[in-house]
């Protein structure tokens, strides 16, 4: 059975992700990160920004504000779809459950291929312990964007926890291909892991 499998420190899986693209022209996306400490006063010398680039400024600085600033956002229409993705991390992280799902379901009717709600999705199902719609959700995420590391790790680890080793070989390999080899080295273990148990499994059906 998956449950058998060892997972070592490295293999708790990666937490949710903040849409990051601004929805109005911000040539240095860094210069806001300036300010030393953001509030909302702060927001009056970018008066170019979006409600939705003014929600992801305060949420980067962990201001409280975030959330409804988002919700502003979405009610101007304003990267709907971000913005309740980014909604619902905020919910999740206070541990409102059912509000982030909801979030993040909404986000997904606005754009059915958004890439971080599948991914925040897999993460809650994840958290909920079903794995089955982990997997779903994280396998779409990774369909839509391919180049997405942090996804290819905790499909490997459903994949696991599943039974399906072989794929979660694939993925995490495939994991390792799109980070830097001090990074990848964190799944070493893990992947040595899933090779050895694919490879009892095997002998244990040919005998």
């Not at 909404?106 to 897999?122: A, F, I, M, V, W």
């Not at 369909?143 to 459903?158: G, Q």
């Not at 039974?163 to 990074?183: G, H, K, M, P």
Request: with cysteine; aromatic share 10%.
């Amino acid at each position: 059975m998956a449950q058998i499998l060892a997972f070592p420190v490295q293999a708790s899986k990666f937490g949710y992700k903040r849409v990051k693209k601004r929805g109005t022209a911000v040539e240095n996306p860094d210069q806001l990160n300036l300010f030393p400490q953001p509030s909302a006063q702060i927001l009056n010398f970018a008066p170019e920004l979006s409600r939705f680039d003014q929600a992801l400024t305060l949420d980067e600085h962990d201001d409280r504000k975030a959330a409804e600033w988002y919700r502003m956002a979405i009610e101007e229409q304003d990267c709907v779809a971000d913005a309740y993705c980014n909604l619902g991390i905020i919910e999740s992280k206070q541990g409102k459950t059912a509000q982030a799902f909801d979030c993040f379901t909404t986000s997904l009717k606005h754009n059915p291929r958004h890439s971080e709600s599948h991914y925040n999705l897999g993460n809650l199902y994840f958290d909920l312990n079903d794995y089955r719609l982990a997997q779903i959700h994280f396998e779409i995420a990774a369909e839509v964007e391919p180049s997405f590391p942090s996804v290819y790790f905790n499909l490997a680890l459903v994949q696991a926890i599943n039974n399906d080793l072989a794929a979660a070989i694939i993925a995490l390999t495939r994991y390792q291909e799109l980070v830097s080899e001090e990074e990848g080295r964190n799944a070493d273990e893990l992947l040595d892991n899933l090779k050895k148990s694919l490879s009892a499994t095997k002998n244990s059906r040919s005998g």
